[in-house]
C-alpha cells in the first residue's frame, strides 16, 4: 500500500522558519523523483520544488528559490522542505508526490506527471 505522509506545518509568523517532511513506504522511494506543491484557499495547486530521483538536480518556483531547500534521505524514505523567511503569501496546504524516474524540470513542476499524492499539510503564515 503506497502512502506519502506529510508532517512539520504549522502556524507561524512571517520571517520564520518550518520544515516539512514526507515519508513515504509501498514503493521504491529511490526511484522516485520527488515534488512539493501547494494549493491556497481559491486557487489552483502550484509547483514549489521537487528533487530528481537520483538527488542530483533540485528545481524551484522563482518566489521560493532561495528561501526554501528541498532535500531528500533515501535512507529515511523522506524527503523534506526547509521554508526559511516565511512570508504571508506562503499560506497553502502543501503536498508531496512522487513521480517515477523523475528527472527533468518539464516533469517534476506538472502536477499530472506524478504518480502518488499525500494528504497534505496546513501551512500558515501570518503577518
Known amino acids: 500500500q503506497v502512502q506519502l505522509v506529510e508532517s512539520g506545518g504549522g502556524l507561524v509568523q512571517g520571517g520564520d522558519s518550518l520544515r516539512l517532511s514526507c515519508v513515504a513506504s509501498?514503493?521504491?522511494?529511490?526511484?522516485?523523483?520527488m515534488g512539493w506543491f501547494r494549493q491556497a484557499p481559491g486557487k489552483e495547486r502550484e509547483f514549489v520544488a521537487a528533487?530528481?530521483?537520483?538527488?542530483?538536480?533540485?528545481y524551484y518556483k522563482d518566489s521560493v528559490r532561495g528561501r526554501f531547500t528541498i532535500s531528500r534521505d533515501n535512507a529515511k524514505s523522506t524527503v523534506y522542505l526547509q521554508m526559511n523567511s516565511l512570508k504571508t503569501e506562503d499560506t497553502a496546504v502543501y503536498y508531496c508526490?512522487?513521480?517515477?524516474?523523475?528527472?527533468?524540470?518539464?516533469?517534476?513542476?506538472?502536477?499530472?506527471?506524478?504518480?502518488?499524492w499525500g494528504q497534505g499539510t496546513q501551512v500558515t503564515v501570518s503577518s
Open positions: 528533487i530528481s530521483w537520483s538527488g542530483d538536480a533540485t
Open positions: 509501498g514503493f521504491t522511494f529511490s526511484t522516485y523523483g
Open positions: 508526490a512522487a513521480d517515477f524516474r523523475g528527472r527533468i524540470f518539464a516533469t517534476l513542476s506538472v502536477a499530472l506527471n506524478y504518480d502518488y
